[in-house]
């Protein structure tokens, strides 16, 4: 079976080398292989280094770089999917690290009669900076990520989502293409219409990628609080897309904002119970997630701080998400009107090919 791999990436020039050598080792015929390059239009060298790889072939069935003018993930992937030629298509993010056999097991889990694979999308840091492997220890902890079956099952299953899939093309060509306006939210939407129209996502353990985890607090807190800010805004067209647990941290902060309400008013009980119940959890959860490392630094007493931070990030978005939510909807609704007059003004005015 012939493989198209699709990159897209956005100023990703210090992951893309590491990832293109992953490429280059995988030990599927590289003659089956078509790598799909697509750049939303970076700032810096990541174009650049896309061609210089193009250049080298290194055997593959062809080496193709395309532009994402609209910039966004869900775009790029239908650029990547439009332009790609293989039976199956596999996505994979630029901060990635795929072990050399990445692409061989899910080629064999599709030819078993699967429609969709993927697997376990442990995260990584780096280097060995201690603070760094301390905030490894948050995202890979499941109260610091969460406890979705395709994180972090260890038996084959079928699954509603997974991380860095392979696809039959005939998936693609029967569900349609991601939704561009969405952002963060698209693979989400897409494994949903995936599901909905009868086919299945197999999860197998084996099939292994590693996700580079942000090298900053900043950075972390910044990608979940975008996380639940496009699962705000993704409720007003797919409610049905998340599970239960997509809404924890939205739960939390508004439970704390609702106890902060009654304190003022004179009834502390809730609020304080929230305080001390959470407090507990989380610091146990910080010792389950220190107790199996070798060796111990003192910024691991971070961690609760880091949780808590991260929950509420994730729940703030979510509740500004929401709040955008129903103007979102409108100003869609007033750009898929104008689509739809602009396409009719443009038939009514196409010369009939017909001869009298």
């Known amino acids: 079976m012939t493989v198209s791999v699709c990159i897209i990436a956005y100023n990703e020039e210090k992951t893309l080398k590491s990832l293109f050598s992953d490429i280059v080792h995988q030990d599927y015929p590289h003659e089956k292989m078509e790598i ?29 770089v395309l532009s994402n003018p609209k910039k966004n993930q869900a775009a790029g992937w239908n650029v990547a999917i439009r332009n790609s030629i293989g039976d199956i298509i596999i996505r994979i993010d630029a901060h990635t690290k795929i072990p050399k056999e990445f692409v061989k097991k899910n080629v064999n889990c599709i030819s078993s009669g699967e429609d969709v694979s993927g697997g376990p999308r442990p995260n990584i840091a780096e280097d060995n900076n201690i603070w760094k492997q301390t905030l490894l220890l948050a995202e890979k902890s499941m109260f610091g990520s ?23 093309r005939k998936v693609f060509e029967k569900v349609g293409l991601f939704n561009e306006n969405l952002g963060r939210t698209e693979d989400n ?5 995936i ?4 086919y299945r996502i197999c999860y197998t353990p084996d099939i292994v ?6 090298n900053t607090w900043h950075g972390m807190i910044k ?36 106890g902060g ?19 507990l959890v989380n610091i146990l959860m910080s010792v389950a997630s220190i107790v199996n490392e070798k060796k111990k630094h003192l910024s ?12 509420i990030s994730y729940g703030i978005g979510t509740i500004i998400g929401l709040l955008k939510m129903p103007f979102w909807r409108k100003k869609l609704k007033t750009r898929q009107r104008k689509k739809t007059v602009a396409i009719c003004a443009v038939s009514s005015h196409t010369p009939s090919s017909n001869k009298p």
């Open 195 to 198: 599901t909905k129209a009868g």
């Open 146 to 168: 969460s406890i979705a079956t395709y994180r972090r099952s260890h038996h084959k299953t079928y699954v509603k989502s997974v991380f860095h899939g392979a696809y039959r």
């Open 300 to 311: 691991y007493l971070l961690l609760p701080f880091i949780f808590v931070s991260l929950h």
């Open 261 to 279: 309400i009654l304190a003022v008013g004179g009834i502390g009980w809730p609020l304080v119970t929230l305080v001390i119940l959470y407090s």
């Open 223 to 258: 990608q979940k609080y975008g996380n639940g800010y496009w699962i705000g805004l993704t409720v007003g067209i797919c409610i049905k897309c998340f599970s239960v647990y997509h809404f924890i941290p939205f739960c939390f902060v508004l439970a704390l904002i609702i």
């Open 36 to 64: 799909i390059l697509v750049d939303s239009m970076s700032t810096d060298h990541t174009k650049k280094i896309m061609e210089e790889f193009s250049n080298q072939q290194n055997g593959f069935e062809r080496v193709k």
């Open 189 to 193: 939407e897409m494994h949903y219409r």
């Open 209 to 214: 990628s590693y996700q580079h985890t942000r």
